[in-house]
């Protein structure tokens, strides 16, 4: 039999195979053990399924008087989309496609010096992200490198 720790490390496809075993009970009430071959990706997908919550995490940039963009969208497990707009100086609102309830709502985020940002639930279908200086708590019309993280919990 093969020692599979002597195996060399690689970095997994969303293709590749991984070896496991699967629970199957027969006509007669037995439960047999199946040795099949999961993909990355379908072992990746029932994680997921499977979690607390689901996640939206994002990067968002935008330069003074307009709404942010989305520059790179990580994770978005939720179903949801998220619109984005510009409502003041240094105030944004997302969207949700669908409504969230606040008791499911968990939001985090930070963004590049000189500011920081708060993300804040505000009705089932919005949520507001506020921007300003570290150094006069002033509103700061921009984002840059402003990462978020969106968890709903069911």
């Known amino acids: 039999m093969a020692n599979i720790s002597t195996y060399p490390l690689g970095t997994p496809g969303a293709g590749d195979l991984i070896p496991g075993t699967q629970k199957f009970t027969d006509a007669n009430g037995e439960t047999k053990n199946l040795t099949k071959n999961f993909t990355v990706s379908q072992v990746a997908a029932f994680a997921n399924s499977t979690a607390a919550y689901t996640t939206y995490v994002a990067r968002l940039d935008c330069t003074a008087g307009n ?15 998220i619109t984005w707009t510009r409502t003041g100086s240094g105030e944004y609102l997302g969207t949700f496609s669908s409504a969230v309830a606040e008791i499911e709502f968990w939001a985090t985020g930070q963004r590049k010096a000189p500011g920081m940002i708060d993300v804040l639930w505000l009705t089932t279908t919005t949520m507001r ?26």
């Not at 992200?129 to 069911?154: F, H, P």
């Open 67 to 81: 709404p942010p963009t989305v520059t790179t969208l990580y994770q978005n497990t939720t179903g949801l989309t």
């Open 129 to 154: 992200l506020n921007s300003w200086t570290t150094s006069s708590g002033a509103a700061l019309d921009d984002l840059t490198s402003a990462y978020i993280e969106v968890r709903i919990y069911s």
